[in-house]
């Protein structure tokens, strides 16, 4: 397919049947499907939408181009899960209906307000010239997944930012309801505004500030701007494209980054007592993360597995991007820790202790406890020649570094095929999570994680374990037959 613009935002309604079952049935024969991870059948998944608590079930809506493996006229694509772990599409999707998303819904938040889930996102429209407009609106989805739009823009586009500024994140903090947007300034530089909800209505927002975070200023657009309430500290995650790396070192095209600090002052529009820029993940490609303070009390985080402007494999199947695992964030002696939900042990099947296998399911969960002084390797999606995924654990020399040099069709590797990251020399928990062509690893339940994609040839699958004795165990992940 020759994707031409003209091809990437053709109305929804005018695509070829035939065409699209061609496509459909193409994606289906894909190798690279995961087996427990939200992902989309066919066309490309980005940024996950309105991940919220609602009508007793979790919502999580994600980009959706549903045509190809190229960013085209977006939609949000809505899937329900009772535990955090199985989703399940619902076909109730929001596509760009409206007068004010003529190229795109864009993306956004959600929140129960009364016993309707309020919408919030950015509507993307251009112009005949390819001049971008954005539009912060909003609506109301039902709990029989009908999707009202409220027909008045909520946030019109300010005077002093470029048509950069979207992804609208709604949230709560001490009784009243906030959201931040994502920008760029007339200087080209990424910033956050803020906006209160006028007496807690919805429909009804009051620009309050541009967000205080110590910005360094180098990055040229922040993209998903979130802020949640983890312990009480206001954690703000985000996207700083082209961020100094000088600032923070980083690998992947563009960072996903956060900061803790110590409150949220309203009145200033600050947040104040902020740490330095830390990376959410070490891995190869995790971006536009999610979370949310859910009504249990608990704050779930969810990312795209995958980056802006980059092409992978499974493209060739119609098919790009998939989510991370939900994790749970705490903080723990000041630093942020995310882990998978404890529910996702409940897909733990046939544990055996852990050792080298010719061959797997390549869907499975390898948990391990690593000595001080120890010093590993493991190969993992390894095919029969021991070319895989390399995984060294040095706790000697206080390092972890993931190559995926030698593993499955190579992709974006100028951007490198290995990443590593700092570990203190002392006991350390592994835990790993393996589906098809997905790795998610955590260090000591969530310290530091790494994330990235693999496209095995031929169904490489094979663990090889070399270096000092790793003693732990290995799981099969239910996959409910997908
Ligand atoms: C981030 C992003 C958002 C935008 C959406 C469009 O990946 O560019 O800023 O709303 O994707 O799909």
Redesign the pocket.
């Known amino acids: 397919m020759n994707w031409t613009t003209e091809k990437r935002y053709l109305p929804y309604d005018q695509w070829n049947e035939a065409v699209v079952n061609d496509m459909k049935q193409h994606a289906q024969t894909s190798p690279w499907h995961p087996k427990y991870h939200v992902h989309a059948k066919h066309g490309l998944l ?2 996950p939408n309105g991940f919220s608590y609602f009508n007793g079930e979790y919502h999580l809506f994600y ?1 959706h181009f549903p045509f190809g493996a190229v ?1 085209g006229l ?1 939609s949000w694509t809505h899937t329900v899960s009772h535990d955090l772990v199985t989703f399940t599409e619902t076909g109730h999707n929001i596509t760009p209906d409206g007068p004010y998303e003529t190229h ?1 819904v ?2 956004g938040s959600a929140r129960q307000i009364d016993d309707k889930l309020f919408i919030f996102y ?1 509507g ?1 429209v251009r112009d005949k010239n390819w001049n971008r407009q954005t539009y912060q609106l909003g609506g109301y989805f039902e709990k029989n997944g009908a999707f009202n739009r409220l027909p008045h823009i909520l946030i019109e586009q300010p005077d002093d930012v470029t048509e950069h500024f ?2 609208p994140q709604i949230f709560e903090y001490a009784g009243n309801l906030y959201s931040i947007v ?1 920008g760029q300034d007339l200087n080209q530089k990424g910033m956050i505004k803020v906006y209160e909800a006028i007496h807690n209505d919805v429909e009804n927002w009051r620009f309050i500030g541009d967000l205080s975070f110590e910005n360094d200023y180098t990055a040229y657009m922040m ?2 701007p979130n802020l949640v309430f983890v312990n009480e500290h206001p954690v703000l995650l985000y ?1 700083p494209q082209g961020l100094d790396k000088n600032v923070l070192e980083y690998r992947n095209i563009y960072p996903n980054l956060y900061k803790i600090g110590q409150t949220f002052n309203p009145e200033n529009v600050s947040i104040e007592n902020i740490s330095e820029l830390q990376q959410l993940d070490y891995g190869f490609e995790t ?2 993360t999610q979370a949310f303070n859910a009504p249990d009390g608990k704050v779930y985080s969810i990312s ?1 597995v995958g980056l ?1 402007d980059s092409t992978y494999p499974s493209d060739a199947y119609h098919h790009q991007g998939v989510m991370s695992l939900v994790k749970e964030l705490t903080i723990k002696d000041g630093k942020l820790y995310q882990y998978p939900v404890p529910a996702l042990a409940s897909l733990r099947t046939n544990p055996q202790p852990l050792k080298s296998m010719a061959q797997t399911t390549n869907n499975y969960e390898l948990e391990f406890v690593l000595p001080k002084d120890s010093h590993s390797t493991l190969t993992l999606f390894a095919n029969e020649n021991g070319d895989g995924l390399d995984i060294t654990i040095d706790l000697s020399n206080g390092c972890i570094r993931v190559d995926r040099t030698r593993a499955g069709v190579p992709f974006e590797t100028q951007f490198g095929t290995v990443r590593n990251a700092h570990l203190d020399n002392a006991e350390t928990t592994i835990n790993i999570f393996i589906d098809t062509s997905i790795f998610e690893i955590f260090i000591n339940k969530g310290e530091k994680v790494f994330t990235g994609r693999i496209f095995p040839n031929n169904n490489a699958s094979g663990i090889i374990l070399s270096g000092d004795a790793l003693n732990g165990q290995y799981f099969n992940i239910i996959t409910h037959g997908r």
Do not use: F, I, L
């Open positions: 980005n940024d980009q960013h977006k795109g864009y993306s950015t993307n979207r992804d994502g993209e998903c996207c971006y536009a795209w802006p």
